[in-house]
């Protein structure tokens, strides 16, 4: 452990990769994610909580599947949002595809349509564990005394295991610290993990991460210490993109890398680098063919065949 700790000083100082961490976390690919950071060693793998007020009143059975990832219709009221993330199992060292995940909400004015299928639907996770779709911000509606604040519902559920129902809210929402739900802290209900921002994208929708964390089996992915330890993806610009993207990223140590595009069905749209490594950062340039969908897609780093990050990005 102490050479290794060595070595990550030595690298760190002999490529400024320190200056990395700092412009992860202030750029604004990354400021809208609640993506997992994982480190076994400070146990950073939170379990995806219940909410307090459980399925509610308003869930319906036998929902449509959704169609091209959108939830709310073109002409729905209301600001637009794209919801996306990975779901993974308790150890954070699988990710789970075909993981159903039921979705309902209500509408810009705060009701729910509790006769037909406006604002419900469902969907699968992909092969490498995805999920996205888009629909509308939802409004407000009294609850007792007070609002509850804008929040979406889910039952997760992966293949052979029990569901997870709850609920996610999001940043600077005015009614949080009022609702005895999204409120909690600690516990069977934390709601921490479960508010997460939503930040503009180019198009003037609002985006957000939320990365799920489930009892289930899947694939292995790696979660050793990957940041400290094997390497990440840090910036993709320009973000959405029309002809090319530029692919930042950094190789911590000597190793097998691999770096892959996926669409939304987890299928391999291009393999762009797949070569052994020596600690740097690099850059890759991506030009897709010219039969590529408009869309998202997401960014795969895997370092001796294991997937240790991605990103998403948009497809003009």
Same mark, same amino acid.
């Given at each position: 452990?102490? @050479?290794?700790?060595? @070595? #990550?000083?030595?690298?760190?100082?002999?490529? &400024?990769?320190?200056?990395?961490?700092?412009?992860?976390?202030?750029?604004?690919?990354?400021?809208?994610?609640?993506?997992?950071?994982?480190?076994?060693?400070?146990?950073?793998?939170?379990?995806?909580?219940?909410?307090?007020?459980?399925?509610?009143?308003?869930?319906?059975?036998?929902?449509?599947?959704?169609? @091209?990832?959108?939830?709310?219709?073109?002409?729905?009221?209301?600001?637009?949002?794209?919801?996306?993330?990975?779901? =993974?199992?308790?150890?954070?060292?699988?990710?789970?595809?075909? &993981?159903?995940?039921?979705?309902?909400? +209500?509408?810009?004015?705060?009701?729910?349509? /509790?006769?037909?299928?406006?604002?419900?639907? #469902?969907?699968?996770?992909?092969?490498?564990?995805?999920?996205?779709?888009?629909?509308?911000?939802?409004?407000? =509606?009294?609850?007792? /005394? &007070? /609002?509850?604040?804008?929040?979406?519902?889910?039952?997760?559920?992966?293949?052979?295991?029990?569901?997870?129902?709850?609920?996610?809210?999001?940043?600077?929402?005015?009614?949080?610290?009022?609702?005895? +739900?999204?409120?909690? &802290?600690?516990?069977?209900?934390? +709601?921490? @993990?479960?508010?997460?921002?939503?930040?503009?994208?180019?198009?003037?929708?609002?985006?957000?991460?939320?990365?799920?964390?489930?009892?289930?089996?899947?694939?292995?992915?790696?979660?050793?210490?990957? $940041?400290?330890?094997?390497?990440?993806?840090?910036?993709?610009?320009?973000?959405?993109?029309?002809?090319?993207?530029?692919?930042?990223?950094?190789?911590?140590?000597?190793?097998?890398?691999?770096?892959?595009?996926?669409?939304?069905?987890?299928?391999?749209?291009?393999?762009?680098?797949?070569?052994?490594?020596?600690?740097?950062?690099?850059?890759?340039?991506?030009?897709?063919?010219?039969?590529?969908?408009?869309?998202?897609?997401?960014?795969?780093?895997?370092?001796?065949?294991?997937?240790?990050? $991605?990103?998403?990005?948009?497809?003009?």
């Amino acid at each position: 452990m102490k @050479n290794k700790k060595v @070595n #990550r000083r030595f690298f760190f100082k002999k490529t &400024t990769l320190s200056l990395i961490a700092t412009s992860i976390f202030s750029n604004k690919l990354f400021s809208s994610s609640k993506s997992l950071i994982f480190n076994k060693e400070k146990n950073n793998c939170p379990k995806s909580t219940e909410d307090l007020y459980g399925q509610g009143p308003f869930y319906t059975t036998n929902s449509p599947m959704i169609q @091209n990832n959108q939830l709310a219709s073109s002409n729905e009221v209301g600001q637009r949002i794209i919801i996306s993330g990975r779901v =993974y199992n308790l150890d954070c060292d699988e990710f789970l595809p075909n &993981t159903e995940i039921d979705i309902w909400h +209500a509408n810009n004015e705060g009701e729910y349509d /509790n006769v037909g299928f406006n604002l419900r639907g #469902r969907t699968l996770t992909n092969s490498q564990g995805f999920y996205i779709f888009e629909t509308v911000k939802p409004g407000f =509606y009294l609850n007792g /005394n &007070t /609002n509850r604040p804008s929040h979406i519902h889910f039952k997760i559920t992966p293949p052979g295991f029990p569901p997870l129902i709850t609920q996610l809210y999001f940043q600077s929402d005015p009614y949080i610290s009022s609702d005895a +739900a999204a409120s909690v &802290t600690s516990g069977t209900f934390d +709601a921490t @993990n479960r508010i997460i921002p939503l930040v503009q994208n180019s198009n003037g929708i609002l985006e957000g991460n939320w990365d799920i964390v489930i009892n289930g089996a899947g694939t292995t992915v790696d979660t050793e210490n990957l $940041y400290l330890d094997k390497g990440i993806l840090y910036r993709a610009n320009p973000n959405p993109f029309i002809n090319f993207l530029e692919i930042n990223y950094a190789i911590f140590k000597s190793s097998d890398v691999k770096i892959q595009i996926f669409d939304l069905e987890g299928k391999l749209v291009e393999l762009l680098q797949q070569k052994k490594l020596q600690p740097n950062k690099y850059k890759l340039i991506w030009n897709p063919k010219n039969n590529i969908k408009s869309g998202h897609y997401f960014i795969c780093l895997s370092i001796n065949d294991l997937q240790v990050h $991605y990103i998403k990005v948009i497809k003009n």
